[in-house]
């Protein structure tokens, strides 16, 4: 027989669709062409798949070989396929049996020695694969990474001639298992490193509670930068499935899966001049972006004027979904971007408007202009936003961190108010759809009566309304209270700063 039919996998966002590796050897002038829409990477596979079997000592077929990547329409990119396409020379050659090549999945880069080399992306190919029942074959590289979807059948292996051996029954190759040093992650910052800031640190706490967004707005260094930076330090670990699709993530990414940042929180704080597309994702391959790196963590964005109007529109949707679809003519690639979002800004371009300390320079059509690069729309999609006020000099000067409470205490709070919102609405409080928020959000009478006053004063829109309410019973989660009580609704005006401003 001449033709041999080899699986792989392309990437596709966080999609690996299955590819069939076809090799056709056929009478003919020598010839070796590879169809079904190649780039360039893929094209130069030719090459590095003659030298890797040449110099594993087989025989490169002279003859007319076909290779196609089917399906023919879906963009194939990088040297992922170099494995599936040496055997399939193998197999169609009469070099290696063509039955045992059906069972498995192969995934991975040739060098010209025949040794394998590490690709981008094996995680989403290793899940993928499992649901269609069928082992794989990764680098040895990338051994890490497959043994993370522990019921899969994965197998690594470091040369093109370790895994002939295997397919040919001489010598089984290993199997991937779970590194024991893979163990989770462990926080540097701690919230008492913080001097003061009781009012900035219980936003947070509320903010950590029911994955909140936050904004804090201040002087130059009054710690907002320090306060974002503890949030992941309250909040609970991430369980396996959390790990593992943000790990996916990270696999697809530009850098590629990094072992020492298995189940640690994502805290991804892109500097301010952060194209659209560095934030949100795209490219050609569409890679992800920070705010999906930042999936089922904390994306920071530090100086939030300063971003670009486009880069921050672009939040929007993904701030309410969730997700950001990637439309191209040719494709159309979705990402997951569950974060928490995050930022810090000084009250105006100076930084000391209603400083009690610093005399502010400007003008107040230059704070209005400065607060207007924040678009309604966005602002109204923060859930709390709050004035950080310097710390007094005294209470820097204290020594050592037992006046401070430690993340451990406040994390220990954070999760019995999360396990509340699990058990009531199996989703926390910030995502509440409307009609979830009249069923499980009951006001007492004086809540209500003075949330209207509230209501009627500062003007609030809907979507005001309902984020206020949000996180109302937050707060009463924290409290362990079955019901918002009038206090709670006090407490929630202060984190609407901004609002209050405008009015
Ligand atoms: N409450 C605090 N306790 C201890 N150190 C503090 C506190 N606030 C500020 N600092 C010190 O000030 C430094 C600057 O803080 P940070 O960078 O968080 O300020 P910032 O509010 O983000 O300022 P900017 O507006 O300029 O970005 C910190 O590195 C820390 O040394
Ligand atoms: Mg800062």
């Given at each position: 027989?001449?033709?041999?039919?080899?699986?792989?996998?392309?990437?596709?966002?966080?999609?690996?669709?299955?590819?069939?590796?076809?090799?056709?050897?056929t009478?003919?002038?020598?010839?070796?062409?590879?169809?079904?829409?190649?780039?360039?990477?893929?094209?130069?596979?030719?090459?590095?798949?003659?030298?890797?079997?040449?110099?594993?000592h087989?025989?490169?077929?002279?003859?007319?070989?076909?290779?196609?990547?089917?399906?023919?329409?879906?963009?194939?990119?990088?040297?992922?396929?170099?494995?599936?396409?040496a055997?399939g020379?193998?197999?169609?050659?009469?070099?290696?049996?063509?039955?045992?090549?059906?069972?498995?999945e192969?995934?991975?880069?040739?060098?010209?020695?025949?040794d394998?080399?590490?690709?981008?992306?094996?995680?989403?190919?290793?899940?993928?694969?499992?649901?269609?029942?069928?082992?794989?074959?990764?680098?040895?590289h990338?051994?890490?990474?497959?043994?993370?979807?522990?019921?899969?059948?994965?197998?690594?292996?470091?040369?093109l001639?370790?895994?002939?051996?295997?397919?040919?029954?001489?010598?089984?190759?290993?199997?991937?298992?779970?590194?024991?040093?893979?163990?989770a992650?462990?926080?540097?910052?701690d919230?008492?490193?913080?001097?003061?800031?009781?009012?900035?640190?219980?936003?947070?706490?509320?903010?950590?509670?029911?994955?909140?967004?936050?904004?804090?707005?201040?002087?130059?260094?009054?710690?907002?930068?320090?306060?974002?930076?503890?949030?992941?330090?309250?909040?609970?670990?991430?369980?396996?499935?959390?790990?593992?699709?943000?790990?996916?993530?990270?696999?697809?990414?530009?850098?590629?899966f990094?072992?020492?940042?298995?189940?640690?929180?994502p805290?991804?704080?892109?500097?301010?001049?952060?194209?659209?597309?560095?934030?949100v994702?795209?490219?050609?391959?569409?890679?992800?972006?920070?705010?999906?790196?930042?999936?089922?963590?904390?994306?920071?964005?530090?100086?939030?004027?300063?971003?670009?109007?486009?880069a921050?529109?672009?939040?929007?949707?993904?701030?309410?979904?969730?997700?950001?679809?990637?439309?191209?003519?040719?494709?159309?690639?979705?990402?997951?971007?569950h974060?928490?979002?995050?930022?810090?800004m000084?009250?105006?371009?100076?930084?000391?408007?209603?400083?009690?300390?610093?005399?502010?320079?400007?003008?107040?059509?230059?704070?209005?202009?400065?607060?207007?690069?924040?678009?309604?729309?966005l602002?109204?999609?923060?859930?709390?936003?709050?004035?950080?006020?310097?710390?007094?000099?005294?209470?820097?000067?204290?020594r050592?961190?037992?006046?401070?409470?430690?993340?451990?205490?406040?994390?220990?709070?954070v999760?019995?108010?999360?396990?509340?919102?699990?058990?009531?609405?199996?989703?926390?409080?910030?995502?509440?759809?409307?009609?979830?928020?009249?069923?499980?959000?009951?006001?007492?009478?004086?809540?209500?009566?003075?949330?209207?006053?509230v209501?009627?004063?500062?003007?609030?829109?809907?979507?005001?309304?309902?984020?206020?309410?949000?996180v109302?019973?937050?707060?009463?989660d924290?409290?362990?209270?079955?019901?918002?009580?009038?206090?709670?609704?006090?407490?929630?005006?202060?984190?609407?700063?901004?609002?209050?401003?405008g009015?």
């Amino acid at each position: 027989m001449s033709l041999a039919i080899v699986y792989s996998r392309a990437a596709l966002g966080m999609q690996a669709p299955l590819i069939t590796v076809e090799v056709h050897l056929t009478k003919g002038l020598p010839a070796f062409n590879i169809v079904g829409l190649p780039e360039t990477a893929v094209k130069e596979s030719k090459d590095r798949v003659r030298s890797a079997l040449v110099n594993s000592h087989f025989d490169f077929p002279i003859c007319r070989i076909t290779v196609n990547l089917a399906p023919a329409d879906l963009p194939k990119e990088g040297s992922r396929f170099d494995l599936a396409i040496a055997l399939g020379i193998l197999a169609a050659s009469k070099q290696l049996p063509q039955d045992t090549l059906q069972a498995y999945e192969f995934i991975g880069e040739l060098a010209l020695t025949g040794d394998l080399r590490a690709i981008r992306g094996v995680l989403p190919v290793v899940l993928h694969a499992h649901l269609a029942l069928r082992q794989v074959v990764v680098p040895i590289h990338n051994e890490m990474e497959a043994a993370l979807v522990k019921e899969a059948s994965v197998f690594a292996a470091t040369h093109l001639l370790e895994v002939c051996a295997h397919l040919k029954s001489i010598t089984p190759l290993k199997r991937c298992e779970v590194v024991p040093t893979l163990l989770a992650h462990s926080e540097k910052h701690d919230l008492s490193d913080i001097k003061g800031q009781p009012h900035a640190k219980r936003a947070l706490e509320i903010a950590a509670a029911g994955r909140h967004s936050v904004l804090f707005v201040g002087p130059p260094g009054t710690g907002k930068t320090m306060l974002a930076s503890r949030l992941t330090s309250i909040l609970p670990d991430m369980t396996d499935k959390e790990a593992l699709e943000a790990a996916s993530v990270v696999s697809i990414s530009h850098t590629g899966f990094n072992a020492d940042c298995w189940k640690k929180i994502p805290f991804r704080a892109p500097h301010h001049s952060a194209s659209s597309i560095a934030l949100v994702g795209g490219g050609r391959p569409p890679r992800p972006g920070e705010i999906s790196l930042a999936h089922h963590g904390v994306l920071f964005l530090d100086e939030l004027p300063e971003f670009s109007r486009h880069a921050l529109e672009c939040l929007r949707e993904p701030l309410e979904s969730g997700k950001i679809t990637i439309s191209r003519a040719s494709f159309q690639a979705i990402f997951p971007a569950h974060f928490q979002l995050i930022a810090a800004m000084n009250p105006c371009p100076c930084g000391y408007a209603n400083s009690a300390t610093h005399t502010c320079h400007c003008t107040p059509e230059q704070i209005r202009r400065y607060l207007s690069r924040i678009s309604g729309p966005l602002l109204n999609r923060i859930d709390m936003h709050m004035i950080v006020s310097p710390v007094s000099p005294h209470l820097l000067q204290t020594r050592g961190k037992f006046s401070e409470e430690p993340s451990l205490a406040v994390r220990l709070r954070v999760m019995k108010a999360r396990g509340l919102q699990m058990a009531r609405q199996m989703k926390y409080n910030s995502e509440l759809t409307v009609p979830e928020l009249e069923k499980y959000c009951h006001l007492t009478e004086d809540a209500s009566k003075l949330l209207h006053e509230v209501m009627l004063k500062f003007n609030f829109s809907a979507r005001v309304y309902h984020r206020l309410i949000k996180v109302a019973r937050t707060i009463a989660d924290l409290a362990a209270e079955v019901k918002i009580e009038e206090r709670m609704i006090g407490e929630v005006l202060n984190f609407r700063y901004l609002d209050r401003l405008g009015s």
